[in-house]
């Protein structure tokens, strides 16, 4: 997994509240279960017409907001099912940073096992963090110190708990995370299971 430390990037604004997962992945493409590839899905009803042409008044199909990597989003962002498949096409469409007073609990989670950084804020600050992506200006988001600092006014503080940070910014899944925590004492485990059930081991 990619690490995130400090994000220096375009952010465009998708303030509908309530838009779920089905939104950002319909069901109709679950059928694909490789992560490559499924970023051309991501938002797929409201990206392309019944002809398949983008629709041009969708915030992501326009020249400003192209090829954003921050989404400054509406509230309970990610609710509804807990497709995995979501967060995998936000992240192979180049999304790494999501913005929102709330995000789905499960899809919370999701994001950060793949790549993505969801930021919770105020609603003021939301509200301020629109205005600059509606301005086109671009926003830094720095895990480090958990700031996002932009182009007007103070930094904001943002907090995220200790191991999805410390995954983010190392770049860990989460069997790397138990691995760097618990690697010894599951060495020292096998090393004793080999000696007292060695039959077990017979086709190493």
């Known amino acids: 997994m990619e690490p995130f430390t400090r994000l220096v990037a375009r952010a465009a604004p998708l303030i509908q509240a309530n838009i779920d997962t089905d939104i950002i992945f319909p069901a109709r493409f679950l059928v694909h279960t490789q992560k490559k590839g499924l970023g051309r899905f991501a938002f797929y009803e409201w990206r392309y017409g019944d002809n398949g042409e983008e629709t041009p008044d969708f915030v992501l199909n326009q020249a400003r907001f192209r090829g954003a990597e921050v989404l400054v989003c509406g509230d309970n962002f990610g609710c509804g099912s807990s497709r995995e498949q979501a967060p995998w096409a936000l992240r192979d469409l180049g999304v790494r940073c999501l913005i929102s007073t709330s995000f789905g609990e499960i899809f919370y989670a999701n994001c950060f096992k793949n ?24 926003l830094e988001v720095d895990l480090s110190d ?25 770049g860990w899944d989460e069997i790397t995370l138990v691995l760097d925590a618990e690697g010894e004492k599951i060495r020292e485990f096998e090393h004793r299971q080999r000696l007292q059930s060695p039959w077990l081991y017979e086709r190493d």
Not at 124 to 137: K, S
Not at 165 to 170: D, F
């Open 115 to 138: 790549g993505i950084l969801p930021v919770v804020v105020s609603p003021a600050q939301l509200a301020a963090l629109v205005a600059e992506a509606q301005d086109g200006h671009s």
């Open 146 to 170: 958990q700031t996002i600092r932009r182009g007007a006014g103070p930094a904001i503080r943002f907090t995220v708990g200790a191991w999805q940070r410390e995954s983010l910014l190392k």
